[in-house]
């Protein structure tokens, strides 16, 4: 048995700057009486990224709910349409389980809770267990933000309650959905978009008169501890697109009032062209520094004609169409992989979810999806495919235990399976550099 460790996928040389997500693994194998395994053949495969590659999954929550929440009723040309869409999700959920581990799940106050007392958390969680079911990780987004809120809550702040009521309805809010969904949905966006939140115009909302009261820092402390005290063990983030310095000024002020944060969410909507590898690194030095762990929580990356660079608010470019282009598509397939090149080769970043998995649907009507409206793959799916399950990935790979029954794999950070004798084996890489690990098959 060779002593050198399994190169990657189709004998491609390891890129250096990810060495802190590989590890290099010598792992005993013994059979089911605890004797080490001499001399067998054992396969070796990957089944868990410990990266977390993230996609939206707003589109598959009707699939997911098997269509008992469909809106099409009963009659024969909305059963038809209804099952176009079935076959086009499904085409959605191929693709979506194809690259990704980790979803997205919409909790929009507004749209999660439009009738006062009638909140969507049968179907929230109804699809939040089927992507856990495969093996996915969820996240719900947001618990407070100021926009996409219910019209009766509005109401409430113009009431005799007042902003009083606003706040103690806003508490109900995360205590109760955090409560519903724990064991489930264990990650949240506890607040989204803060810097912005007590002076935003765009539309009067009840969350901005709260938040033009009690100020940032109490309306992030709310956030978290509302959440912390249904769910001690969730992972909180604090998320924005604002890199300015008054973002890294309010997480400064929030950690200096003693709020625990578990996680910076760093947004990287790209409607006006992409960041590049050098802003994308300075972004990343300037938020790592908190020594905090940083999740790209929204990216988008067009595939069509770039927004003009004097829009200031990206919800006021309103256009008929927006369609994709060839050009724009290999544009858009080259930039994801310097993007994601450039966010794994970073140490601080654990999550990366990308925006939008079809352009049926995608923000502002943007040709931002991975796949066409029609379902078909762009060249940046295909490209994320081969970096995230083939150069990122340890197909199945045949190798041999030596004398002492060891036998040596390299790889991503992540969990693997060892077949051997009929039975196998579960193993996880959890840090870098050279493991030693037992696996008894079962």
Not at 256 to 266: F, K
Not at 342 to 362: C, F, I, K, N
Not at 394 to 413: E, K, Q, W, Y
Not at 422 to 435: E, H
Request: hydrophobic share 40%; glycine share 8%.
């Amino acid at each position: 048995m060779s002593s050198l460790f399994t190169p990657p996928a189709e004998g491609r040389t390891p890129d250096p700057s990810l060495a802190h997500r590989r590890a290099d693994a010598v792992v005993t194998l013994r059979g089911a009486d605890g004797a080490p395994l001499a001399s067998r053949d054992v396969v070796v495969q990957q089944t868990r990224h410990a990266f977390l590659f993230g996609c939206i999954g707003f589109d598959l929550v009707d699939l997911a709910n098997g269509y008992e929440t469909s809106r099409y009723g009963s009659d024969h040309l909305a059963e038809a349409k209804a099952e176009r869409d079935r076959e086009y999700d499904q085409r959605l959920a191929d693709a979506w389980f194809g690259v990704f581990n980790q979803t997205t799940l919409p909790f929009y106050w507004g749209s999660f809770e439009p009738e006062r007392g009638k909140p969507a958390t049968e179907p929230l969680r109804r699809a939040a267990e089927w992507f856990v079911e495969r093996g996915a990780v969820v996240k719900g987004h947001p618990l407070v933000w100021h926009t996409v809120q219910p019209r009766w809550l509005l109401d409430v702040a113009t009431g005799p309650g007042g902003v009083d009521e606003v706040e103690r309805l806003q508490r109900e809010r995360v205590r109760r959905d955090v409560g519903d969904m724990a064991g489930v949905i264990d990650t949240w966006d506890a607040i989204n978009e803060v810097v912005i939140m007590p002076v935003f115009t765009a539309e009067d909302n009840a969350i901005t008169r709260l938040a033009h009261v009690k100020g940032r820092v109490e309306m992030i402390r709310l956030a978290f501890e509302e959440a912390r005290a249904v769910n001690p063990s969730a992972t909180l983030l604090l998320n924005d697109f604002d890199m300015s310095t008054a973002y890294e000024c309010l997480i400064e002020a929030v950690l200096e009032a003693g709020i625990r944060i578990d996680v910076l969410g760093l947004q990287s909507h790209m409607h006006q062209g992409y960041w590049g590898e050098e802003k994308t690194l300075g972004i990343l030095e300037r938020f790592s520094r908190y020594n905090l762990p940083i999740h790209f929580t929204e990216t988008t990356l067009l595939s069509g004609d770039i927004m003009p660079a004097h829009i200031e608010d990206l919800n006021d470019w309103q256009v008929d169409s927006w369609p994709s282009t060839p050009e724009g598509e290999e544009r858009q397939a080259d930039e994801l992989e310097r993007h994601y090149r450039t966010l794994l080769s970073h140490p601080s970043v654990e999550a990366m979810t990308y925006w939008g998995l079809s352009d049926r649907g995608m923000w502002l009507n943007a040709p931002g999806g991975l796949l066409r409206a029609d379902g078909s793959p762009k060249p940046g799916y295909s490209r994320l495919h081969d970096l995230i399950k083939g150069e990122w990935w340890l197909s199945p790979t045949t190798l041999r235990t030596d004398a002492s029954g060891t036998v040596r794999f390299s790889g991503f950070l992540g969990d693997y399976e060892l077949v051997a004798d009929g039975g196998s084996a579960a193993v996880s890489l959890g840090s870098p550099g050279r493991l030693e690990l037992d696996a008894t098959l079962a």
